[in-house]
């Protein structure tokens, strides 16, 4: 076999190059022709100083992640990383793309580092669930100090090559078209120098004000996660020990997360979430249909932020609205969200003026006639959906994408009131869709394959996580919520209290329980449709005005500063409500909570897969972490069965009375994975 790894001459330095699509990840054979290319370096008495770089589109982005847990192949990346290290003829990097993980570490091995202007460099391990194991702890804290260190190793954002060049991380920039001359020039400039410049030489300062604060500042960020302390840990080490005793300290680290069951969750997210970017019967190279202007119906909440997600990557969006003051108002949030963010410095300054230049905000329905792709986002009601869909079937142009943003409804039947069922699909975004990364997009019956294919690749431009969902009552995520809220809700009235079931989803590591998040979202969300009606404890709630958090009463009582309270008010109605259905108070254990407000998620999940109505158990994950907040460190509830066992998980459902999935008591009984 040929190796990925090749050298090339130029006069006294020797080009070290590799290629090794798609991303140069330092595989087995990677690392083995980087060894054999050093060494040839080394030994050849007419080579005066070496360059490292890659072909294709990036630097090296990091070890190889589908290596990881099988048994180790060919040299290590640490020999590589030593030897590169220990060379006696300087080695520059020559950076381009992305340096990530063990390619900066490689980086950081070399004696100098060159990068073109748009290379970003970095340490992401922590979001894996690990720390830089080839010596990125002990090196970064040592060249650019702990209070830059701290947040790439632990937060694992990648820096921009300017920024990189500014904390003195890389040594100079060079031209974007040129990186291979520049450097070449680079290493005959340094060759003769000495001593070679070692990061392992250098002295790492001790800063226990920028750790404390760092940990302080990120204690939110952090809660739950493994990594991130450990990654801290490793830094601080490398202020407090010899360099090699630092490496041995980082090994020990790495080596407890890699066998640990976060990392193994966040490596599978990694994966899953490239994953769901495929569907199974649509190929790869399928033609796309273009999408040069969007139309959007409904300036609400939900119209605002989907417009704002096409804005935002530069494409034009006509926005449709009923009356002038219901458009006004929309326009008006959007415009003060993006001048929110501007204020908070997370956009350009000119970035709202940018994007609200692209916007057409009109009364006029037939405007959306130039659309290549209309997205309708008024409210939940199928007559509704269906007069809009027809009257769109009038005016969009030929192969135009029409899309209904229904968080629930049968898009089948929103097709059918077109006469081109096939450009009709769902894409249901999730509130503030602005800023949530899921997109559920929903495959009715007859959607064309090349107007899904465009829509998944619509949804990466845009920035999205987009996971195909089938049709039924609530697509992928929202149809996991039902027996979760379902259960909470009977668990109210059996005597558990709705701070104790929320405790036990917020230890879990969920941004907050059910009832937090029906207060966020509003209790009355479809009460005010029958309000006479209370006959649950949510009705109740709502007919004494306890709408949620926007009434500063809901589940919970709220101050002025939406900090909550238990409510004796709600524990009054519960009480009340249990005694007129005869129910005994019992105690409730938080091992039945997590049985039956998420086991139960997790058998509606395999029925999901046994209906086909998602392609894979990984892509619900994708849907619950993205769309909801499970904690990534426990993988999405799929694989998170999984680790507990799904024996334990079949034999609690049962216990407490659940028809459990036939995939899922096959599972178990096998010994085998949810698919
Ligand atoms: N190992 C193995 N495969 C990798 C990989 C890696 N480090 N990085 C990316 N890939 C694969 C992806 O799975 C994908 O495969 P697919 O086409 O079969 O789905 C393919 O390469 C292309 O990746 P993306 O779709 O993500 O391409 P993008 O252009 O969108 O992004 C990237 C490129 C920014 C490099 C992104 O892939 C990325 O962030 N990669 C991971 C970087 C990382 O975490 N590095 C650290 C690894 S751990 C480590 O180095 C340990 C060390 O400290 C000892």
Same mark, same amino acid.
């Given at each position: 076999?040929? !190796?990925?790894?090749?050298?090339?001459?130029?006069?006294?330095?020797?080009?070290?190059?590799?290629? !090794?699509?798609?991303?140069?990840?330092?595989?087995?054979?990677?690392?083995?022709?980087?060894?054999?290319?050093?060494?040839?370096?080394?030994?050849?008495?007419?080579?005066?100083?070496?360059?490292? /770089?890659?072909?294709?589109?990036?630097?090296?982005?990091?070890?190889?992640?589908?290596?990881? %847990?099988?048994?180790?192949?060919?040299?290590?990346?640490?020999?590589?990383?030593?030897?590169?290290?220990?060379?006696? $003829?300087?080695?520059?990097?020559?950076?381009?793309?992305?340096?990530?993980?063990?390619?900066?570490?490689?980086?950081?091995?070399?004696?100098?580092?060159?990068?073109?202007?748009?290379?970003?460099?970095?340490?992401?391990?922590?979001?894996?669930?690990?720390?830089?194991?080839?010596?990125?702890?002990?090196?970064?804290?040592?060249?650019?100090?702990?209070?830059?260190?701290?947040?790439?190793?632990?937060?694992?954002?990648?820096?921009?090559?300017?920024?990189?060049?500014?904390?003195?991380?890389?040594?100079?920039?060079?031209?974007?078209?040129?990186?291979?001359?520049?450097?070449?020039?680079?290493?005959?400039?340094?060759?003769?120098?000495?001593?070679?410049?070692?990061?392992?030489?250098?002295?790492?300062?001790?800063?226990?004000?920028?750790?404390?604060?760092?940990? $302080?500042?990120?204690?939110?960020?952090?809660? %739950?996660?493994?990594?991130?302390?450990?990654?801290?840990?490793?830094?601080? #080490?490398?202020?407090?020990?010899?360099?090699?005793?630092?490496?041995?300290?980082?090994?020990?680290?790495?080596?407890?997360?890699?066998?640990?069951?976060?990392?193994?969750?966040?490596?599978?997210?990694?994966?899953?979430?490239?994953?769901?970017? $495929?569907?199974?019967?649509?190929?790869?190279?399928?033609?796309?249909?273009?999408?040069?202007?969007? %139309?959007?119906?409904?300036?609400?909440?939900?119209?605002?932020?989907?417009?704002?997600?096409?804005? !935002?990557? %530069?494409?034009?969006?006509?926005?449709?609205?009923?009356?002038?003051?219901?458009?006004? +108002?929309?326009?008006?949030?959007?415009?003060?969200?993006?001048?929110? *963010?501007?204020?908070?410095? +997370?956009?350009?300054?000119?970035?709202?003026?940018?994007?609200?230049?692209?916007?057409?905000?009109?009364?006029?329905?037939?405007?959306?006639?130039?659309?290549?792709?209309?997205?309708?986002?008024?409210?939940?009601?199928?007559?509704?959906?269906?007069?809009?869909?027809?009257?769109?079937?009038?005016?969009?142009?030929?192969?135009?994408?029409? #899309?209904?943003?229904?968080?629930?409804?049968?898009?089948?039947?929103?097709?059918?009131?077109?006469? +081109?069922?096939?450009?009709?699909?769902?894409?249901?975004?999730?509130?503030?869709?602005?800023?949530?990364?899921?997109?559920?997009?929903?495959?009715?019956?007859?959607?064309?394959?090349?107007?899904?294919?465009?829509?998944?690749?619509?949804?990466?431009?845009?920035?999205?996580?987009?996971?195909?969902?089938?049709?039924?009552?609530?697509?992928?995520?929202? /149809?996991?919520?039902?027996?979760?809220?379902?259960?909470?809700?009977?668990?109210?009235?059996?005597?558990?209290?709705?701070?104790?079931?929320?405790?036990?989803?917020?230890?879990?590591?969920?941004?907050?329980?059910?009832?937090?998040?029906?207060?966020?979202?509003?209790?009355?969300?479809?009460?005010?449709?029958?309000?006479? +009606?209370?006959?649950?404890?949510?009705?109740?709630?709502?007919?004494?005005?306890?709408?949620?958090?926007?009434?500063?009463?809901?589940?919970?009582?709220?101050?002025?500063?939406?900090?909550?309270?238990?409510?004796?008010?709600?524990?009054?109605?519960?009480?009340?409500? /249990?005694?007129?259905?005869?129910?005994?108070?019992?105690?409730?254990?938080?091992?039945?909570?997590?049985?039956?407000?998420?086991?139960?998620?997790?058998?509606?999940?395999?029925?999901?897969?046994?209906?086909?109505?998602?392609?894979?158990? *990984?892509?619900?994950?994708?849907?619950?972490?993205?769309?909801?907040?499970?904690?990534?460190?426990?993988?999405?509830?799929?694989?998170?069965?999984?680790?507990?066992?799904?024996? $334990?998980?079949?034999?609690?459902?049962?216990?407490?009375?659940?028809?459990?999935?036939?995939?899922?008591?096959?599972?178990?009984?096998?010994?085998?994975?949810?698919?």
């Amino acid at each position: 076999m040929t !190796s990925p790894v090749r050298t090339e001459r130029h006069g006294d330095v020797l080009v070290i190059i590799s290629d !090794s699509p798609p991303v140069n990840a330092l595989g087995a054979a990677v690392r083995d022709g980087l060894e054999a290319g050093v060494k040839e370096g080394i030994a050849d008495a007419s080579i005066t100083a070496m360059v490292l /770089r890659c072909d294709g589109r990036t630097f090296f982005a990091g070890a190889d992640i589908t290596e990881f %847990g099988k048994p180790p192949k060919g040299a290590s990346l640490h020999e590589v990383i030593d030897m590169i290290d220990a060379s006696p $003829k300087p080695v520059v990097a020559a950076i381009h793309g992305t340096a990530l993980g063990g390619g900066c570490e490689t980086a950081l091995a070399c004696h100098y580092r060159v990068a073109v202007p748009s290379a970003v460099i970095g340490t992401p391990e922590v979001k894996l669930g690990l720390l830089p194991g080839a010596g990125g702890t002990q090196r970064l804290p040592r060249l650019i100090g702990m209070r830059a260190a701290l947040p790439m190793l632990a937060i694992g954002d990648p820096v921009p090559a300017k920024k990189a060049a500014d904390l003195g991380l890389i040594d100079r920039l060079v031209g974007e078209d040129s990186l291979e001359a520049d450097a070449i020039a680079f290493a005959r400039e340094v060759a003769a120098k000495r001593p070679i410049p070692r990061i392992r030489d250098k002295d790492a300062k001790a800063d226990p004000e920028a750790v404390a604060e760092f940990r $302080k500042a990120n204690a939110r960020k952090f809660r %739950g996660f493994d990594a991130p302390e450990a990654n801290i840990r490793c830094a601080e #080490a490398a202020t407090e020990l010899p360099f090699d005793e630092g490496m041995a300290f980082e090994r020990t680290e790495f080596m407890k997360l890699m066998m640990g069951v976060q990392s193994a969750a966040q490596r599978h997210i990694f994966f899953a979430e490239r994953q769901a970017a $495929k569907i199974d019967d649509v190929p790869a190279d399928t033609k796309l249909r273009t999408v040069n202007r969007v %139309g959007v119906i409904g300036a609400g909440t939900m119209g605002g932020g989907i417009s704002m997600n096409f804005l !935002s990557a %530069g494409i034009p969006v006509t926005i449709v609205e009923m009356n002038q003051e219901a458009l006004d +108002r929309g326009t008006g949030v959007m415009r003060k969200n993006y001048e929110a *963010s501007a204020a908070k410095g +997370r956009i350009k300054p000119d970035a709202p003026e940018k994007a609200m230049g692209l916007l057409t905000p009109t009364l006029d329905f037939d405007a959306l006639k130039d659309c290549d792709l209309i997205i309708e986002a008024v409210y939940e009601n199928m007559d509704v959906k269906k007069e809009i869909f027809a009257r769109l079937d009038k005016i969009a142009k030929p192969g135009a994408i029409l #899309a209904s943003n229904t968080s629930y409804l049968d898009v089948n039947e929103i097709a059918a009131a077109t006469s +081109r069922p096939e450009d009709v699909l769902g894409m249901h975004f999730f509130s503030p869709a602005n800023v949530m990364k899921l997109l559920e997009v929903v495959r009715g019956d007859k959607t064309a394959k090349d107007v899904l294919a465009t829509v998944m690749a619509l949804a990466k431009k845009i920035r999205k996580v987009a996971v195909v969902a089938g049709v039924c009552h609530g697509f992928i995520g929202n /149809r996991m919520l039902a027996p979760r809220q379902q259960e909470a809700n009977k668990l109210l009235m059996e005597g558990a209290t709705p701070q104790q079931i929320d405790k036990v989803h917020v230890d879990f590591g969920m941004p907050m329980g059910p009832f937090q998040m029906s207060d966020l979202a509003g209790v009355d969300i479809g009460w005010h449709r029958d309000p006479n +009606r209370i006959e649950t404890i949510r009705d109740a709630l709502c007919a004494e005005g306890r709408w949620g958090q926007k009434k500063q009463a809901g589940f919970y009582d709220y101050d002025e500063k939406r900090n909550p309270t238990p409510s004796p008010r709600v524990a009054e109605i519960i009480e009340e409500f /249990r005694q007129k259905s005869n129910l005994p108070k019992r105690e409730i254990t938080d091992e039945e909570i997590v049985a039956r407000t998420l086991y139960t998620m997790v058998n509606e999940g395999a029925l999901i897969l046994e209906e086909g109505k998602a392609q894979r158990a *990984s892509d619900i994950d994708v849907v619950w972490i993205y769309g909801y907040g499970w904690p990534v460190y426990r993988g999405g509830p799929m694989f998170w069965a999984q680790t507990e066992g799904l024996k $334990k998980v079949v034999a609690a459902l049962e216990k407490y009375g659940f028809k459990v999935a036939e995939s899922l008591k096959a599972a178990a009984e096998s010994g085998g994975q949810l698919k």
